[in-house]
């Protein structure tokens, strides 16, 4: 590749020595009364030169750059997850920020080797908290509840 690379360009040097026209420089005399008129230049016309093709990668757009491993972030684990994970077959995790419903599912699928039914995301806005007089900010995030196939079960806390 990079052999081919620098032949294009010795060519293209090469042709662009080769099509430049010569141009003698005349000296210029300097103007020492009103009525005498400056030195004429002649202007020159820009070269051309041929452009090489050269290959051009493929443009990596956000949602192609989500891998299924890089969707899903952890599963969120609180006393409403846990009923709706025993009693409605719905798993929350905490999802990318970039990473859609359809990004979702099939990395869910791919990952646990289980059949989704639905997936609602939804964004966790960031909340201010106080430690003793220090203020600040707890990060917000995305999450999603994922709804499995009935006869479908997960378990997340293999041992």
């Excluded at 990079?2 to 103007?31: C, F, G, H, I, M």
Aim: hydrophobic share 40%; net charge positive.
């Amino acid at each position: 590749m990079a052999r081919t690379k620098k032949v294009a360009t010795e060519a293209t040097e090469n042709k662009v020595v080769e099509a430049a026209p010569a141009v003698e420089a005349k000296p210029v005399k300097k103007a020492t009364t009103k009525a005498s008129k400056p030195a004429k230049v002649e202007k020159v016309a820009p070269v051309k030169t041929e452009k090489v093709a050269q290959p051009v990668a493929a443009a990596v757009t956000s949602k192609a750059a989500l891998s299924s491993f890089s969707a899903i972030l952890r599963p969120l684990i609180t006393e409403k997850s846990m009923k709706g994970i025993e009693k409605q077959q719905k798993v929350t995790v905490e999802v990318d920020g970039r990473a859609n419903k359809t990004q979702v599912k099939l990395a869910f699928e791919a990952t646990y080797k289980v059949k989704v039914k639905k997936v609602n995301i939804l964004n966790v806005r960031p909340k201010y908290t106080r430690r003793g007089q220090y203020p600040g900010t707890i990060s917000g995030f995305k999450k999603a509840i994922v709804t499995l196939v009935s006869g479908q079960g997960l378990d997340l806390f293999k041992e």
